[in-house]
């Protein structure tokens, strides 16, 4: 749902500042056009020195231009914005938006009308606003773009994933008692890479001194701190199989969608059922996210979870256990293949999963044997904001050209894989992977966070509950006409200064109402 006035969820309503009072403000200097104001827009009046000023006047006028004139760019952008008369308006929104980095901006206009009697309920209109413009979430999910957006994403993940386990969002709360697994599958080696060390253990020993083809060691003697740089580069670059690495990431989610068929079908020969047979007796229900380890390969994890043919409604059948459940995710998973197209230039590869398969019961109740479902919910919510800076994912955003790849601040195994995924790309047999359009995320095509249909509720149903929580739900029995178009995007220098403290001030008292409820025995307030 969009954060629109009038469609139900933004609490913004329109103000306008009166010619008179502008003109007051100036007193004897005269008004004049000049370019558009700091909050975009049309252009705004400024005042002139007229001819008749005194001399002393116009000196104390020039002496504060210069003085401007010698504060930063940000300096100078923040006090023009605190001296607007709009500028309570505008802090309003920029509040309004959380402290949002990179807020879209738009420019409208909503009416809301009784669908009876055609009576207006209700009318917003961008004109009135600072620049004419609307200022809306950004909504990206990466903290290193916007921290105030990504932590909202990340609590709707939280509560997404936390109600396929425990229920809410419209799931029953016996989805505690089906079978539940925390499922982590790996990429396969592409050649040895740097470890790091564990309780000062050497990265890869070697008994005697060898080398590659390209005459590098084979081995390395080195205990590797985990902020090491070296960590996840491979010992030789030559030896490393960078084309096989980016068509695994090219292929992942068919991989994914050959493993979830397989353990369909040995859930159904281990019951003694057809296979063509299995939705009418279970359903098969997920959600997955997907990190990138340090050698720049991405792996799943994945809660997954056995239901009746009607999904979380409905129980599994007698023999769905989480015994049966667990053999069969990891007989698929060591038993799937995807096989790419044949390539003159690099031939034909089968992609499968790597050999680090971990299964893992979820606990029903606190007695159990098993990790809590809080803790996994939490751990599929950290990872789905991460930038690519932190998980060495490549690039935050897409690449347009070959050069580009110069530019991102990456290590050289990473910007490796980018040239690899802009070489394939421009063979014919492998333009429906579209690899230069995903050469920033190294070949991995989709969403970071991914679940079945049956799984829990979707991000738009927590959006629109968030909205209803917040009283800007849509008004029983109306009519909204809406007209929107974006005029831009981002802050100026002093804006996003001003973004930036919102947004600070918003976390510091979120923190203060989690201690608080800490200390009150209450929940601890994840969202």
């Known amino acids: 749902m969009p954060d629109l006035p009038g469609c139900g969820n933004h609490p913004l309503t329109a103000r306008s500042t009166p010619d008179h009072a502008r003109s007051e403000r100036h007193g004897r200097h005269h008004a004049t056009t000049q370019p558009p104001c ?8 400024v005042t002139t020195i007229p001819a008749e000023i005194t001399s002393a006047d116009r000196r104390a006028v020039l002496d504060r231009s210069a003085r401007l004139r010698q504060l930063s760019e940000i300096d100078r952008d923040t006090i023009r914005l605190a001296q607007d008369p709009q500028f309570p308006r505008w802090l309003e929104q920029i509040t309004a938006t959380g402290g949002c980095a990179h807020p879209v901006h738009l420019a409208g206009s909503t009416t809301t009308r009784d669908a009876t009697t055609g009576e207006i309920l209700h009318s917003y209109d961008t004109r009135n606003e600072p620049g004419e413009r609307l200022l809306v979430r950004c909504r990206n999910r990466r903290a ?4 105030p957006c990504s932590r909202l994403h990340a609590g709707d993940t939280f509560h997404l994933v936390r109600a396929g386990l425990i229920g809410g969002k419209n799931v029953p709360d016996d989805v505690r008692e089906r079978p539940r697994l925390f499922v982590t599958l790996t990429a396969p080696s592409f050649g040895p890479v740097h470890r790091a060390s564990a309780a000062g253990e050497r990265c890869r020993p070697r008994r005697r001194t060898t080398h ?4 590098r060691p ?3 003697a080195s205990v590797h701190a985990p902020a090491d740089p070296q960590i996840g580069q491979p010992l030789c670059a030559d030896c490393y199989d960078y ?3 980016v068509l695994w990431h090219a292929h992942a989610g068919e991989l994914w969608d050959r493993f979830t068929r397989a353990v369909r079908r040995r859930l159904a020969v281990a019951a003694g059922l057809p296979q063509s047979h299995f939705p009418d007796h279970a359903r098969l229900s997920f959600a997955k996210v997907a990190e990138y380890q340090k050698r720049a390969a991405v792996h799943v994890h994945a809660v997954v979870r056995l239901d009746g043919p009607a999904g979380p409604a409905d129980p599994p059948p007698a023999w769905g256990s989480a015994a049966r459940l667990s053999a069969a995710v990891q007989a698929a998973a060591r038993s799937v293949v995807a096989r790419t197209p044949y390539s003159p230039a690099v031939g034909e590869h089968g992609l499968r999963w790597g050999r680090e398969i ?3 019961p979820l606990r029903a109740r606190p007695e159990d044997y098993g990790l809590s479902d809080d803790a996994v919910a939490a751990y599929v919510a950290k990872y789905v904001t991460k930038g690519a800076s932190e998980t060495a994912a490549g690039a935050d955003r897409r690449l347009t050209a070959w050069d580009d790849i110069d530019a991102v601040p990456a290590p050289p195994h990473v910007r490796t894989l980018m040239r690899t995924c802009w070489r394939l790309g421009g063979l014919a047999e492998f333009e429906p992977l579209r690899l230069r359009s995903w050469a920033h995320t190294l070949g991995f095509r989709g969403h970071i966070l991914t679940k079945s249909r049956a799984y829990s509720a979707t991000y738009a149903v927590l959006r629109a509950e968030r909205a209803a929580h917040e009283g800007h739900d849509d008004v029983p029995g109306a009519v909204t006409d809406a007209s929107w178009r974006y005029v831009g995007s981002g802050h100026t220098a002093g804006a996003a200064l001003f973004a930036a403290g919102v947004a600070e001030d918003i976390a510091r008292n979120r923190e203060i109402t989690r201690e608080e409820l800490r200390a009150g025995g209450g929940n601890n307030g994840r969202r």
């Open 38 to 45: 700091r909050f975009g827009g049309p252009p705004r009046e």
């Open 144 to 147: 290193t773009l916007c921290a």
């Open 212 to 215: 590659c083809a390209h005459e």
């Open 218 to 220: 084979t081995g390395c």
């Open 243 to 245: 084309v096989a690495h």
């Open 358 to 360: 971990d299964v893992r």
